[in-house]
């Protein structure tokens, strides 16, 4: 069954990359093998079933994949690959498919390995914060878990009611709590990972501190499963504060956004728990295809808009210091009008806006999506450098975390054409660079970017990163065709 990168639907030009010859094709007997580890409801051959795994979940990437296994354990994970790294059977772990770049569903046949069936919370120390869980638990379900022990996760995203625990921490997923709490990096305390050949690394330390020998989980985390597959995770969890607050400001000007990120970690320092930008075609955009949300600031269109969240322990008091915050911001000139949430309801309406605008954008035609890094500084100019290049032929927005210097940059069309996508690449990769950005700030490489990995990493790191894939993955069956660009493996 031929596969097909559909290129109709992806924000970048991925190059026409062949099977690999030295994997094999799939038959009766790995099928036979594949049943006897895991049972026959562990083995999915049905072709509507397959078909959703086959793709990803904005339908930017179709693959061809004809089996589907679910193991319930380390153990089975450990059999399914050594036999895969024996016979050179491809893989692709899968966890909830909420990726945005293709690294989640296969490029041509790869068995598809899915965490799913791996759900279960494992521990949990109520005195530290530490969750130990396996890798298929869903996020929100996560979330759900700590808060009722009084903690919360220290990653949020607009996916979670989908993505999975394991696939997070193989992109190093961001999202909107980044600015209070860090990356995954600094939250992951232990990993379990099952490398290519079936052997189970067990790094599932709960501890705070240890400084024996190299730091090998943070190798795994960000890898995008290419170098191992992980089943199961410690992580920290912040103590749950009772107070929060959210507010849903303008500003006429991105100067006056910057200033504003500066007085608020400058006011209101050890509370700030969230601090995102959109410009005024997401807003617009998001009353026209979300449903239910109200415009908190209808009277009239600014050009920007934020959004802050505080979170702390005494509600009054917090109130208080936003208030006079926004008071002050205002007399300043930096925000033209703002308002405060007065219930759960409100503040969920300022985040359903600010949430909704990926899920917006999907129901326009043509979406370009790009997640870049760049200072804050220079952060809004690509926006405007591309709406000078493509004129009336696109709708071009931007938003993101500001506090981070992450810019989701969103080109909306009526539909996908090669002319449009030579405007926006390589011009949009190019330019990042010239200002030392990352191309990908939170979704990984994967497929889409794999081949642009050298407009953010030197020669030599990216040299040292496939020395590291060989050594780990010297069949290259994980994730094959992702990350790293083909011509240095």
């Excluded at 030295?22 to 072709?47: P, R």
């Excluded at 625990?165 to 997923?173: E, L, R, V």
Aim: net charge negative.
């Amino acid at each position: 069954m031929a596969s097909e990168v559909q290129k109709r639907t992806f924000g970048s030009a991925a190059t026409h990359i062949q099977r690999n010859p030295a994997y094999s094709e799939l038959n009766s007997d790995d099928v036979s093998y594949f049943k006897s580890i895991l049972g026959d409801n562990g083995v999915v051959q049905d072709e509507d079933r397959i078909a959703v795994a086959n793709v990803d979940w904005m339908g930017k990437y179709r693959g061809a994949s004809q089996l589907l296994l679910l193991p319930k354990n380390t153990t089975e994970v450990s059999k399914i690959l050594s036999y895969c790294n024996t016979r050179r059977l491809a893989v692709v772990p899968q966890g909830g498919n909420t990726g945005l770049v293709g690294g989640s569903v296969p490029v041509y046949d790869e068995v598809i390995v899915s965490l799913a069936g791996m759900d279960k919370i494992i521990s949990f120390d109520n005195v530290n914060g530490i969750l130990t869980s396996e890798a298929g638990c869903v996020l929100e379900n996560l979330s759900t878990f700590v808060e009722n022990e009084g903690f919360i996760m220290p990653l949020d995203l607009g996916a979670k009611g989908s993505c999975q625990i394991g696939g997070n921490i193989s992109t190093n997923a961001g999202g909107l709590r980044f600015i209070r709490y860090g990356s995954l990096h600094g939250n992951v305390l232990g990993l379990e990972v099952v490398l290519a050949d079936g052997t189970i690394l067990d790094m599932l330390t709960t501890l705070r501190k240890d400084n024996t020998g190299y730091d090998l989980k943070h190798l795994f985390i960000g890898s995008e499963g290419s170098l191992g597959v992980v089943t199961k995770i410690s992580v920290l969890t912040p103590a749950k504060l009772p107070a929060t607050n959210v507010a849903f400001l303008s500003c006429n000007d991105y100067t006056s956004c910057q200033k504003l990120l500066l007085a608020a970690r400058r006011n209101l320092g050890e509370i700030l728990s969230a601090f995102e930008f959109m410009d005024h075609h997401c807003i617009d955009l998001a009353m026209r295809h979300l449903e239910g949300v109200q415009n908190p600031l209808p009277a009239s269109q600014y050009k920007f808009y934020v959004l802050i969240e505080t979170t702390g322990s005494d509600e009054s008091y917090d109130k208080t210091k936003l208030e006079a915050f926004l008071l002050r911001s205002m007399e300043d000139g930096l925000v033209s009008d703002g308002v405060i949430a007065q219930d759960i309801s409100q503040a969920s309406n300022f985040w359903r806006i600010r949430e909704g605008i990926s899920e917006a954008s999907v129901k326009v035609g043509a979406v370009y999506k790009y997640d870049l890094s760049i200072p804050v500084e220079k952060l809004y100019d690509i926006v405007e450098e591309m709406r000078c290049r493509l004129g009336d032929n696109a709708e071009v927005l931007g938003y993101g975390h500001l506090g981070d210097g992450n810019l989701h940059l969103n080109i909306l069309s009526s539909k996908y054409d090669d002319s449009t996508l030579a405007q926006i690449e390589p011009f949009v990769y190019e330019w990042t660079s010239s200002q030392r950005g990352s191309i990908s700030a939170e979704h990984g490489l994967g497929l889409m970017k794999a081949e642009k990995i050298h407009y953010s990493k030197s020669p030599e790191a990216v040299q040292l990163m496939a020395s590291i894939k060989k050594l780990l993955d010297p069949n290259s069956i994980l994730n094959p065709y992702k990350v790293l660009p083909q011509s240095v493996l």
